[in-house]
């Protein structure tokens, strides 16, 4: 196989995912449709395990990347925990066979309820963003008579300058604490009888290409654990968040893993802490594509439109942070390319894949695959312009699985009867 992204890639002339012939599964399936590549997620997954097999690593999974319950499943296999940041994350993970025990809750607005469930399942830890949450979750705890695992997630504040592409690790940012303030809550949790600190949590920002900002990070918040520890406080996790960027482009290669390793390792041994890491993009982005057929080829005086079935409201990530996703045909043309513009059919200018792409001239009716889909794909999908969501396909070797099914019409409305 041509790989353009791994297990993904031309033979014969056809697209494939592992033994998958993509346009079988189009056929059958339908347009559009998610593919997922079990061995690709397999293969990131251990690409992160190895490269850290020196330390103590749970690799939480960040669902919210993608959601659906066989993609978990293949990841429960492989030994994941999940990151998850609401009542139905938790819900998913705990369905598809993942031990409460590796479940982290993250986010900035938890509530009541979802903080009641988590504490009910037992999970790992609550990933504590604010002094009023860690009162609540306090609260919650004492009413149902259980001690609250917590790590208090802060701002490293590293500085965005240097690393243009972070944006939650910051003192202006809404996620986290400055350190004054986590030492504060630390004290607080320690104090309380329903409350154990057991961690400390930073997430940096995603799509991160560059390690030193990870290092830079993982340095400061060492300083501030053997500050903790120094206090009487048990830091046993040490939670790197995720954000381990992924190439877009097919003729780019990633940051290897093993580099986050040497980045992060130093520090996590100084203070004899477990590591947690939180992937989520790394794991799935590029182990998915979405196929989608040519409508129309729709010829302006100043461009050549390529309208295709699938939409903004199937893959926001485009229209929402003008990223790149690599579009290339199902079939593979060689000779002359166009330049074309890949929209959707959705009523909004923003409703785009791809600006001038080179592409093949190619026939309406027509199979077009968008690369690097696996990672915020279906999982930020809605039904905007009342679009039913597409089906998701688990293709293993020559096998594939529909782990989802195209949403109906009697779906779209089946809440409002
Ligand atoms: C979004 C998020 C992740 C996952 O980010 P990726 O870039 O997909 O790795 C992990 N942890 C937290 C707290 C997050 O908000």
Same mark, same amino acid.
């Given at each position: 196989?041509?790989?353009?992204?791994?297990?993904?890639?031309?033979?014969?002339?056809?697209?494939?995912?592992?033994?998958?012939?993509?346009?079988?599964?189009?056929?059958?399936?339908?347009?559009?449709?998610?593919?997922?590549?079990?061995?690709?997620?397999? #293969?990131? =997954? /251990?690409?992160?395990? @190895?490269?850290?097999?020196?330390?103590?690593?749970? &690799?939480? *999974?960040?669902?919210? $990347?993608?959601?659906?319950?066989?993609?978990?499943?293949?990841?429960?296999?492989?030994?994941?925990?999940?990151?998850?940041?609401?009542?139905?994350?938790?819900?998913?993970?705990?369905?598809?066979?993942?031990?409460?025990?590796?479940?982290?809750?993250?986010?900035?607005?938890?509530?009541?309820?979802?903080?009641?469930?988590?504490?009910?399942?037992?999970?790992?830890?609550?990933?504590?963003?604010?002094?009023?949450?860690?009162?609540?979750?306090?609260?919650?705890?004492?009413?149902?008579?259980?001690?609250?695992?917590?790590?208090?997630?802060?701002?490293?504040?590293?500085?965005?300058?240097?690393?243009?592409?972070?944006?939650?690790?910051?003192?202006?940012?809404?996620?986290?604490?400055?350190?004054?303030?986590?030492? #504060?809550? =630390? /004290?607080?949790?320690? @104090?309380?009888?329903?409350?154990?600190?057991?961690? &400390?949590? *930073?997430?940096?920002? $995603?799509?991160?290409?560059?390690?030193?900002?990870?290092?830079?990070?993982?340095?400061?918040?060492?300083?501030?654990?053997?500050?903790?520890?120094?206090?009487?406080?048990?830091?046993?996790?040490?939670?790197?968040?995720?954000?381990?960027?992924?190439?877009?482009?097919?003729?780019?290669?990633?940051?290897?893993?093993?580099?986050?390793?040497?980045?992060?390792?130093?520090?996590?041994?100084?203070?004899?802490?477990?590591?947690?890491?939180?992937?989520?993009?790394?794991?799935?982005?590029?182990?998915?594509?979405?196929?989608?057929?040519?409508?129309?080829?729709?010829?302006?005086?100043?461009?050549?439109?390529?309208?295709?079935?699938?939409?903004?409201?199937?893959?926001?990530?485009?229209?929402?942070?003008?990223?790149?996703?690599?579009?290339?045909?199902?079939? @593979?043309?060689?000779?002359?390319?166009?330049?074309?513009?890949?929209?959707?059919?959705?009523?909004?200018?923003?409703?785009?894949?791809?600006?001038?792409?080179?592409?093949?001239?190619?026939?309406?009716?027509?199979?077009?695959?968008?690369?690097?889909?696996?990672?915020?794909?279906?999982?930020?999908?809605?039904?905007?312009?009342?679009?039913?969501?597409?089906?998701?396909?688990?293709?293993?070797?020559?096998?594939?699985?529909?782990?989802?099914?195209?949403?109906?019409?009697?779906?779209?409305?089946?809440?409002?009867?």
């Amino acid at each position: 196989m041509k790989e353009i992204f791994p297990s993904i890639g031309y033979k014969s002339g056809e697209l494939y995912v592992e033994e998958t012939k993509v346009r079988e599964i189009a056929e059958e399936v339908g347009t559009p449709v998610y593919i997922y590549s079990k061995r690709a997620i397999e #293969k990131a =997954y /251990r690409e992160i395990e @190895e490269a850290f097999s020196k330390v103590n690593l749970l &690799i939480a *999974f960040a669902v919210k $990347s993608n959601s659906n319950v066989w993609v978990l499943k293949v990841l429960k296999e492989l030994g994941a925990g999940a990151d998850t940041v609401s009542v139905g994350e938790i819900f998913r993970a705990i369905t598809a066979g993942i031990e409460p025990k590796k479940i982290l809750f993250a986010g900035v607005g938890k509530r009541e309820d979802e903080i009641e469930f988590a504490l009910e399942r037992g999970i790992l830890m609550f990933n504590v963003e604010s002094e009023g949450e860690l009162l609540k979750i306090e609260s919650v705890a004492e009413r149902l008579n259980k001690v609250a695992p917590i790590a208090v997630r802060v701002n490293p504040e590293v500085n965005p300058k240097t690393h243009p592409y972070i944006a939650t690790g910051l003192r202006s940012s809404k996620f986290g604490v400055d350190f004054e303030t986590a030492l #504060k809550l =630390y /004290r607080k949790a320690k @104090e309380s009888r329903y409350l154990k600190p057991i961690g &400390i949590h *930073f997430h940096i920002g $995603s799509q991160i290409t560059d390690v030193s900002a990870f290092e830079e990070a993982a340095s400061k918040v060492k300083e501030l654990v053997k500050e903790l520890q120094s206090r009487g406080v048990e830091v046993e996790y040490f939670d790197a968040g995720g954000g381990l960027g992924i190439n877009y482009k097919p003729d780019e290669k990633p940051v290897p893993a093993k580099a986050l390793a040497e980045a992060l390792i130093p520090h996590v041994k100084e203070v004899n802490c477990k590591l947690i890491l939180e992937p989520g993009r790394r794991i799935v982005g590029n182990a998915g594509i979405l196929v989608t057929k040519l409508l129309y080829r729709k010829e302006t005086p100043e461009k050549l439109f390529y309208v295709v079935d699938a939409g903004m409201n199937d893959l926001a990530r485009p229209s929402l942070y003008k990223a790149y996703h690599h579009i290339e045909p199902v079939k @593979e043309i060689s000779g002359e390319r166009i330049k074309a513009t890949v929209v959707g059919p959705i009523c909004e200018s923003g409703d785009q894949f791809g600006q001038d792409r080179p592409l093949p001239l190619l026939k309406e009716g027509e199979l077009l695959a968008v690369f690097s889909a696996g990672a915020y794909g279906f999982s930020m999908a809605s039904n905007y312009n009342s679009r039913p969501r597409p089906a998701e396909v688990l293709v293993d070797g020559s096998n594939f699985k529909v782990i989802r099914q195209r949403e109906t019409l009697a779906d779209l409305i089946s809440r409002e009867f």
